[in-house]
């Protein structure tokens, strides 16, 4: 039987899974071990001789000759970049979400010229990659050609992404002449017009040079049957995956969102048409692409434990006078689980404080992930305004990640969701009455590590892991 | 000269989309780089699309009679974020009611619109105009670049 090993190496944790490959693609395995900080490959080893019942001092590359290996990580905090555009609305939100789509973490951004203290701020950062975007075909110079001028001054080791105005190529391309430099095609070529394709690819080329740099992961490398892959964009491929295996079956592919809630960030990705045209519906701004993703980088159950009780504290203190929880004893939660990131809850008061601040992430990334709408009265009568996307057509959640996985039961992430639709303000476009299926077997983002080389199998066993992307319900509708 | 862009659009809560057409139309076939964008525009919408494209002109429609109160402060705001020298038009039924022409060009010169225009005025000699000022206006302060 044709096999192949996955490895996720995340912060904490390294997960494994055996995959089997024959006419019905199968899981045939999984193991966990503690990431080993200083040699990662140990860590590699380890669970990869826990699955295959090798003798634990089997090295990797032992193993990579046995059967195809394929590997994601997501230690290092994962890669930072720095994402430069012009207009907030415009080419600053397409150079965010193409960082966010190609599995990066926003260190900075900036809008208009780059000032020497926001130059500051970037370097201290140390971003990994500066994305430099601004300007459609033949528009805008004076701004793209100052932020150039001002990157090739900048102290570190960042390499520089150039993907704005085409017209400029050159002229970025002798400007940035000292630094590593790739010049990709524009994201925004013409006003509201997306080409984020190429500007991802050469994030991802990027990162794949820098992440094996160091901690033993050379060695991981030279034993992989591919790649090295940042941990977002493994999940990301595999919802390419996802959307490509629907394409085939009848009706197109499912409409889902994947939640990935760990202890430094919240991640959200969607699958699903931005916006369905309708009469009477407006769509102001960019059209946000079918797949995409954000990162809330303030949200997370551990390490994000106090940033995300910051950002949720209008939401933890409704939740807690509901309950008639103690603030000051919730407050004591949030401290230890910062700085005790392996911690579980031990009690029942502090599961509900668990709860309470994965609700509060929860609310939020939806929030932000989700687009609104407004109604407005004209002469012309009313006309409702879209911005961003709109998830309504959600039919199923698929939840990862430890809390969501560990949890079992769905109340906590449907609480934060009605609380969502019922928030005051511009109306929210999330899903109506979605399913919820938790990933309990943390098997998605190892399958998206195998999505790119085996795209049906991987796309088949992430629908069985979560019960089936659609319902027979679905299936009829369509 | 190279083709200057302009951005096109009607403001505020006005979905009057036909005229809106034929100038895309028009100005395209006069040789300018169209930017349309559409009906019920703000704007920061119209200043955002400039500044990406480097537009050397913002052409406003307004067909509804609300045109004054949404073009109030545009032209400040247009300074505010760095569009000193870009040539503004607007255009349309800018009122509700009968006030004479002179007085709405008036009205709307003072906003700091450059030039104000009627349904019943002639779209060629917009278009010579609209050259004619683009040449004109100062250049932009030039970024140094080598020789």
């Given at each position: 039987?044709?096999?192949?090993?996955s490895?996720?190496?995340?912060s904490?944790?390294?997960?494994?899974?055996l995959f089997?490959?024959?006419?019905?693609?199968?899981?045939?395995?999984?193991?966990?071990v503690?990431?080993?900080?200083?040699?990662?490959?140990?860590?590699?080893?380890?669970?990869a001789?826990?699955?295959?019942?090798?003798?634990?001092?089997t090295?990797?590359?032992?193993?990579?000759?046995?059967?195809?290996?394929?590997?994601?990580?997501?230690?290092?905090?994962?890669?930072?970049?720095?994402?430069?555009?012009?207009?907030?609305?415009?080419?600053?939100?397409?150079?965010?979400?193409?960082?966010?789509?190609?599995?990066?973490?926003?260190?900075?951004?900036?809008?208009?010229?780059?000032?020497?203290?926001?130059?500051?701020?970037?370097e201290?950062?140390?971003?990994?990659?500066?994305?430099?975007?601004?300007?459609?075909?033949?528009?805008?110079?004076?701004?793209?050609?100052?932020?150039?001028?001002?990157?090739?001054?900048?102290?570190?080791?960042?390499?520089?992404?150039?993907?704005?105005?085409?017209?400029?190529?050159?002229?970025?391309?002798?400007?940035?002449?000292?630094?590593?430099?790739?010049?990709?095609?524009?994201?925004?070529?013409?006003?509201?017009?997306?080409?984020?394709?190429?500007?991802?690819?050469?994030?991802?080329?990027?990162?794949?040079?820098?992440?094996?740099?160091?901690?033993?992961?050379?060695?991981?490398?030279?034993?992989?049957?591919?790649?090295?892959?940042?941990?977002?964009?493994a999940?990301?491929?595999?919802?390419?995956?996802?959307?490509?295996?629907?394409?085939?079956?009848?009706?197109?592919?499912?409409?889902?969102?994947?939640?990935?809630?760990?202890?430094?960030?919240?991640?959200?990705?969607?699958?699903?048409?931005a916006?369905?045209?309708?009469?009477?519906?407006?769509?102001?701004?960019?059209?946000?692409?079918?797949?995409?993703?954000?990162?809330?980088?303030?949200?997370?159950?551990?390490?994000?434990?106090?940033?995300a009780?910051?950002?949720?504290?209008?939401?933890?203190?409704?939740?807690?006078?509901?309950?008639?929880?103690?603030?000051?004893?919730?407050?004591?939660?949030?401290?230890?689980?910062?700085?005790?990131?392996?911690?579980?809850?031990?009690?029942?008061?502090?599961?509900?404080?668990?709860?309470?601040?994965?609700?509060?992430?929860?609310?939020?990334?939806?929030?932000r992930?989700?687009?609104?709408?407004?109604?407005?009265?004209?002469?012309?009568?009313?006309?409702?305004?879209?911005?961003?996307?709109?998830?309504?057509?959600?039919?199923?959640?698929?939840?990862?990640?430890?809390?969501?996985?560990?949890?079992?039961?769905?109340?906590?992430?449907?609480?934060?969701?009605?609380?969502?639709?019922?928030?005051?303000?511009?109306?929210?476009?999330?899903p109506?009455?979605?399913?919820?299926?938790?990933?309990?077997?943390?098997?998605?983002?190892?399958?998206?590590?195998?999505?790119?080389?085996?795209?049906?199998?991987?796309?088949?066993?992430?629908?069985?892991?979560?019960?089936?992307?659609?319902?027979?319900?679905?299936?009829?509708?369509? | 000269?190279?083709?200057?862009?302009?951005?096109?659009?009607?403001?505020?809560?006005?979905?009057?989309?036909?005229?809106?057409?034929?100038?895309?139309?028009?100005?395209?076939?006069?040789?300018?780089?169209?930017?349309?964008?559409?009906?019920?525009?703000?704007?920061?919408?119209?200043?955002?699309?400039?500044?990406?494209?480097?537009?050397?002109?913002?052409?406003?429609?307004?067909?509804?009679?609300?045109?004054?109160?949404?073009?109030?402060?545009?032209?400040?705001?247009?300074?505010?974020?760095?569009?000193?020298?870009?040539?503004?038009y607007?255009?349309?039924?800018?009122?509700?009611?009968?006030?004479?022409?002179e007085?709405?060009?008036?009205?709307?010169?003072?906003?700091?619109?450059?030039?104000?225009?009627?349904?019943?005025?002639?779209?060629?000699?917009?278009?010579?105009?609209?050259?004619?000022?683009?040449?004109?206006?100062?250049?932009?302060?030039?970024?140094e670049?080598?020789?």
């Open positions: 039987m044709k096999r192949l090993l490895i996720d190496i995340g904490t944790w390294t997960k494994a899974a089997g490959l024959e006419d019905i693609p199968s899981v045939l395995g999984t193991s966990q503690p990431t080993t900080q200083d040699d990662l490959s140990r860590g590699v080893a380890a669970a001789c826990a699955l295959l019942g090798l003798a634990s001092d090295s990797i590359t032992r193993i990579g000759a046995e059967l195809p290996v394929h590997v994601c990580s997501s230690a290092k905090g994962g890669l930072s970049i720095a994402a430069i555009g012009i207009v907030p609305d415009l080419t600053v939100s397409v150079a965010r979400l193409v960082a966010s789509s190609a599995g990066g973490r926003i260190a900075a951004h900036t809008a208009y010229k780059i000032t020497d203290r926001q130059l500051a701020v970037i201290a950062m140390k971003p990994d990659i500066v994305l430099l975007c601004g300007g459609t075909d033949g528009g805008n110079e004076t701004y793209v050609l100052h932020n150039a001028r001002a990157l090739a001054g900048m102290r570190g080791a960042a390499a520089v992404v150039y993907a704005g105005n085409a017209t400029l190529e050159a002229e970025v391309l002798r400007i940035l002449s000292g630094r590593p430099l790739q010049v990709v095609r524009n994201v925004m070529p013409e006003v509201g017009v997306l080409d984020i394709e190429p500007a991802r690819a050469a994030i991802r080329s990027i990162f794949l040079q820098r992440i094996v740099e160091g901690k033993g992961l050379e060695a991981v490398r030279a034993a992989c049957a591919g790649d090295i892959r940042p941990t977002p964009l999940v990301y491929e595999l919802l390419e995956a996802i959307a490509a295996s629907g394409d085939a079956a009848a009706g197109g592919p499912p409409s889902l969102l994947l939640i990935d809630m760990g202890g430094a960030t919240t991640d959200v990705y969607s699958l699903c048409p916006f369905s045209p309708d009469e009477g519906t407006v769509l102001r701004g960019i059209e946000p692409p079918s797949l995409m993703r954000t990162v809330e980088g303030d949200l997370g159950l551990r390490v994000g434990a106090a940033s009780a910051e950002t949720g504290h209008a939401y933890v203190e409704a939740r807690l006078q509901k309950e008639g929880a103690s603030a000051e004893a919730f407050a004591a939660w949030v401290q230890s689980a910062r700085e005790h990131t392996a911690v579980l809850p031990g009690n029942d008061a502090e599961r509900l404080f668990d709860d309470i601040l994965a609700e509060a992430c929860l609310f939020h990334a939806l929030c992930h989700a687009g609104t709408a407004e109604e407005v009265w004209t002469p012309g009568g009313k006309v409702r305004i879209q911005r961003g996307k709109d998830l309504r057509g959600v039919t199923l959640i698929a939840a990862s990640g430890g809390w969501l996985a560990r949890r079992g039961s769905d109340a906590p992430l449907k609480r934060a969701l009605s609380a969502a639709q019922r928030d005051t303000g511009a109306m929210r476009l999330l109506v009455s979605p399913r919820v299926a938790a990933d309990t077997r943390y098997l998605l983002p190892l399958l998206g590590n195998i999505a790119a080389a085996h795209r049906k199998e991987a796309a088949l066993l992430a629908s069985e892991c979560v019960g089936g992307l659609m319902t027979a319900g679905e299936m009829h509708a369509r | 000269m190279n083709a200057p862009t302009i951005v096109l659009g009607v403001i505020g809560a006005d979905c009057h989309s036909v005229g809106n057409k034929i100038l895309d139309a028009f100005f395209n076939e006069k040789g300018f780089r169209v930017v349309n964008l559409g009906v019920m525009v703000s704007q920061d919408e119209f200043i955002d699309a400039a500044i990406e494209t480097g537009a050397a002109a913002i052409l406003v429609s307004s067909l509804y009679g609300h045109g004054e109160i949404d073009c109030e402060g545009f032209r400040g705001r247009c300074v505010e974020r760095g569009l000193e020298q870009i040539v503004l607007v255009g349309g039924n800018l009122v509700v009611g009968k006030t004479p022409h007085a709405v060009a008036e009205k709307f010169s003072a906003m700091g619109f450059d030039r104000v225009f009627f349904p019943n005025d002639d779209l060629e000699k917009a278009a010579r105009l609209l050259e004619e000022d683009i040449r004109a206006r100062p250049r932009e302060p030039v970024t670049r080598p020789a």
